[in-house]
């Protein structure tokens, strides 16, 4: 079983739409929470973070984090096309490393 | 303010030739240093990360290695590379704010 579990998509949706994307991880230690957009043949961005469980909101963006349910969420509102990229969750033990776990990325595609 | 550099961004390189790619961070000093590979359509994979000068841990074992000479260079090399090493690597640092920043990558086709 991977650490951390990740739709891979495609996920195809109208502009406009509110998109959601998810993930879920196994180890109950990871305390710190990233997603990342990557377009194609770039370095992955960092979009939102966030150490604890609840919501937070950037924009058109929300992270959310359910510790209990070791499961995390991206929501996109308002979805633009050039939304359409691969999104990537990853996460950390917090540790001297503050290593990354990632997921396998789910690439979304925003019809204009 | 920070910045990554990593080169090159692409080669193309045969089987058992050598490699080195580089990687170098301004605006910050002592940053945690990573080293990620991408194949084709998957997630990312850690190979090393280096919390400090000469401080290099491996995560998967492999063709590679990684070395970090100065404080903010870090390096990837391999003595013979396999077709397997292909993919696209990708360096990053951490800041501070404990947020992990990434590079642009380099696209590695072996051949």
């Known amino acids: 079983q991977k650490e951390v579990e990740q739709d891979p998509g495609p996920l195809s949706v109208p502009e406009g739409a509110i998109v959601s994307l998810n993930c879920t991880y196994s180890?109950?230690?990871?305390?710190?929470f990233m997603w990342y957009r990557q377009y194609s043949r770039k370095g992955p961005e960092l979009l939102m973070y966030?150490?604890?469980?609840g919501n937070k909101e950037d924009g058109r963006f929300t992270a959310q984090v359910d510790k209990s349910s070791k499961y995390i969420s991206l929501f996109i509102r308002d979805s633009q096309p050039s939304d359409s990229a691969t999104y990537l969750c990853?996460?950390?033990?917090?540790?001297?490393?503050?290593?990354?776990?990632f997921g396998s990325g789910t690439r979304l595609l925003v019809r204009p | 303010s920070q910045t990554i550099h990593q080169w090159p961004a692409t080669l193309v390189q045969p089987v058992g030739s050598p490699l080195s790619l580089e990687c170098t961070v301004e605006?910050?000093?002592?940053?945690?240093l990573y080293w990620y590979r991408q194949a084709a359509g998957r997630g990312l994979q850690l190979l090393f990360y280096?919390?400090?000068?000469?401080?290099i841990s491996s995560e998967v074992p492999q063709n590679l290695s990684a070395s970090r000479p100065q404080d903010r260079q870090f390096i990837l090399s391999s003595k013979k590379l396999l077709l397997s090493d292909s993919g696209f690597y990708l360096c990053?640092?951490?800041?501070?704010?404990?947020?992990?920043?990434f590079g642009e990558g380099s696209w590695l086709t072996v051949v």
């Open positions: 180890n109950s230690a990871f305390q710190y």
């Open positions: 280096s919390v400090g000068i000469g401080q």
């Open positions: 605006g910050t000093s002592n940053p945690n």
């Open positions: 990853a996460m950390s033990l917090m540790d001297s490393s503050y290593k990354l776990i």
């Open positions: 990053a640092w951490k800041s501070s704010g404990n947020t992990i920043y």
């Open positions: 966030t150490y604890s469980s």
